[in-house]
Antibody, heavy 116, light 113 residues
Framework: QMQMVQSGPEVKKPGTSVKVSCKASGFTFSSSAVQWVRQARGQRLEWIGGIVIGSGKTDYAQKFQERVSITRDMSTNTAHLNLSSLRSDDTAVYYC?????????WGQGTLVTVSS | DIVMTQSPDFLAVSLGERATINCKSSQTVLDSSTKKNSLAWYQQRAGQPPTLLIYWASTRESGVPDRFSGSGSGTDFTLTISSLQAEDVAVYYCQQFYSSPQTFGQGTRLEIK
């Protein structure tokens, strides 16, 4: 059974960084891609970026280009999202999802709260 | 960026009746070489992550009930639920993956009348 399990909720101060992890199981991680999508309360889904696991190639939305980094660890079947220079409007639920284009399997979501 | 616009924002349908949700893209998402539309539909129940319903505009994901169907091409797409069930109460999103960044519609909230 394909599954993506994310790390727990985070509370961060403005200007700091957050790292969200996503552990995959039930499929061949090295042959997949992982996307990161966020959703602020009551808002639409917003794509942040993605990574092709085998090659490590990344693609980021221009909006996040200067402060996002997506990495992977194939030894632990885990993908990571790093977002820096946090602002209050980064408060959202962050999801990882498997798939190159459309996403078959989603993590449960990680609430990141940015507050002073 | 390709802008995805859904209509209506809110829809109330009686149990057993048909529900239709529309999605329009600001530019075509049809790949002329593959003849495939890079369009997906997701269902998001309250407090849950999205789940994939339809991809390539009309291919139903494994395990999705056949009352869900997708149609359309180019810039205009439709998600149809042929006979609404109580468990279909959710917000529905379309997504284009034709070009980066992939983008989503604003969502359509579906409730029981």
């Amino acid at each position: 059974q394909m599954q993506m399990v994310q790390s727990g909720p985070e509370v961060k101060k403005p200007g700091t960084s957050v790292k969200v992890s996503c552990k995959a199981s039930g499929f061949t991680f090295s042959s997949s891609a992982v996307q990161w999508v966020r959703q602020a309360r009551g808002q639409r889904l917003e794509w942040i970026g993605g990574i092709v696991i085998g090659s490590g190639k990344t693609d980021y939305a221009q909006k996040f280009q200067e402060r996002v980094s997506i990495t992977r660890d194939m030894s632990t079947n885990t993908a990571h999202l790093n977002l820096s220079s946090l602002r209050s409007d980064d408060t959202a639920v962050y999801y990882c999802a498997s798939g190159y284009f459309y996403s078959h399997t989603w993590g449960q979501g990680t609430l990141v709260t940015v507050s002073s | 960026d390709i802008v995805m616009t859904q209509s209506p924002d809110f829809l109330a349908v009686s149990l057993g009746e048909r529900a239709t949700i529309n999605c329009k893209s600001s530019q075509t998402v049809l790949d002329s070489s593959t003849k495939k539309n890079s369009l997906a539909w997701y269902q998001q129940r309250a407090g849950q992550p999205p789940t994939l319903l339809i991809y390539w505009a009309s291919t139903r994901e494994s395990g999705v009930p056949d009352r869900f169907s997708g149609s359309g091409s180019g810039t205009d797409f439709t998600l149809t639920i042929s006979s609404l069930q109580a468990e279909d109460v959710a917000v529905y999103y379309c997504q284009q993956f034709y070009s980066s960044p992939q983008t989503f519609g604003q969502g359509t909230r579906l409730e029981i009348k």
